[in-house]
């Protein structure tokens, strides 16, 4: 049957609806992907005094993936989920007042919050009093997100010292602490103590099959398809970050409606990058301008930024300076050595210039990272737009991938 313009319309009201690129995903049958870290948590859930600690750089779904394993888990207990984040101004006390206000409890006949029982100070004893007064057949779990945000060591000492008491106390609920860092020890203060009480989990960038993943969830329901030049190329500019995969697979199929098909094209995925120059937000624009401004003629940072959001990264989003000269002798057309570029890469990591990289590793092995990491495709798909990608680099990106979402 013909589609008529109500029907094509939908489409695109549905297609809008499957991808959420700026929320987190809270749909069970819609996250792709990360079956290791996905079984991690719910075996830390499921098991009596065990908490967990997800962590990862910033963008890589770590807050999805925490709001949506209890809708995975194979139990029939009652499930009470509270997610409540952390600010750089909280205390341990601001932070449990929060989760208190959504706790209901009990008192002389009425109903109250238990935040209304501690108008003071609230301890790690008082978080043990209230989440032990959930019955057996309640299944509490408390998400704290944005945990590496809270600035003050001695909340974080003391939200240390909870773990603890409610893991010795074999209370049934589950503390799920979330946030940036690409260990526990930025996160947690005094973590050694509690190391047998918290399941650590890492998440990684996206691998290719989870981020096609993501595209495969989610076109079928709406009656899409999409050419392999268009899936490589969606999957090779998001870095491995789930939020890109979510703008550019988004951006693509409407592009594809608007044009009334039902497949996406790689001409679809390129107005995609367009819409999302023209959407960026303000800050990704300051930081890009300040990194590469320069008031000398061909000084290159443009292209020499553009080479580090190219080269080839591992999961943890760090390139080495080897890896920058092949994209940047594609760029410019001709090789270079790594001292053509060296103090200018260096530069990216200085005050001057944004601090758009961080160099990390020792003197001998360093190696180098965008400081946000949405900054990498945004600085690629910049590169598309002002003309400097030549026909190579971009036959590169629709091509067939052979190997991980981090290969340029």
């Known amino acids: ?167 010795d106390a074999g209370v049934n609920a589950t503390i799920i602490i979330v946030g940036v860092g690409d260990s526990i020890t930025l996160l947690l203060e005094e973590h050694t103590s509690i190391k047998r009480n918290i399941s650590e989990i890492r998440m990684p960038r996206m691998s290719l099959p989870e981020m096609n993943e993501i595209l495969d969830q989610r076109y079928p329901k709406v009656g899409i398809s999409i050419s392999q030049e268009a899936r490589n190329k969606i999957t090779s500019l998001s870095r491995g970050l789930p939020e890109y995969v979510h703008y550019l697979g988004r951006d693509a199929a409407l592009s594809a409606l608007r044009a009334r098909r039902l497949q996406v094209e790689e001409a679809d995925v390129d107005a995609a990058i367009v819409a999302m120059i023209q959407d960026a937000d303000h800050s990704g624009d300051e930081a890009y301008s300040a990194a590469v401004i320069s008031n000398k003629q061909n000084n290159l940072y443009k292209e020499i930024l553009l080479a580090c959001a190219l080269a080839p990264t591992d999961d943890k989003g760090q390139f080495t300076q080897s890896g920058v000269a092949g994209p940047l002798g594609r760029i410019l057309d001709r090789p270079v050595k790594i001292a053509n570029f060296w103090a200018r890469v260096m530069a990216f990591c200085g005050d001057d210039r944004g601090a758009i990289l961080e160099r990390r590793g020792s003197r001998k092995a360093t190696k180098f990272r965008f400081r946000e990491p949405k900054m990498q495709p945004y600085v690629i798909m910049r590169g598309i737009a002002d003309g400097l990608v030549g026909s190579e680099a971009l036959s590169s990106l629709s091509a067939r991938d052979k190997g991980s979402s981090a290969e340029s």
């Open 1 to 167: 049957m013909a589609m008529t313009e109500e029907d094509w319309v939908h489409k695109e009201y549905e297609i809008s609806e499957l991808f959420s690129p700026s929320t987190p995903i809270n749909e069970a049958d819609l996250i792709a992907g990360r079956g290791v870290q996905i079984g991690r948590l719910k075996n830390a859930v499921l098991e009596r005094g065990r908490h967990a600690v997800l962590y990862g750089e910033r963008g890589v779904g770590k807050t999805s993936l925490a709001l949506t394993v209890p809708m995975l888990l194979p139990t029939r207990k009652a499930l009470q989920v509270i997610r409540k984040p952390a600010f750089p101004i909280d205390s341990f006390a601001a932070l449990w007042r929060r989760v208190f206000s959504e706790i209901q409890v009990e008192i002389e006949g009425a109903n109250k919050r238990a935040s209304d029982l501690y108008p003071g100070d609230i301890t790690p004893d008082d978080v043990l009093r209230e989440l032990s007064n959930f019955s057996l057949n309640s299944l509490p779990i408390i998400i704290v997100d944005e945990f590496d945000k809270m600035e003050d060591v001695g909340a974080k000492r003391m939200m240390s010292h909870a773990i603890k008491t409610l893991s």
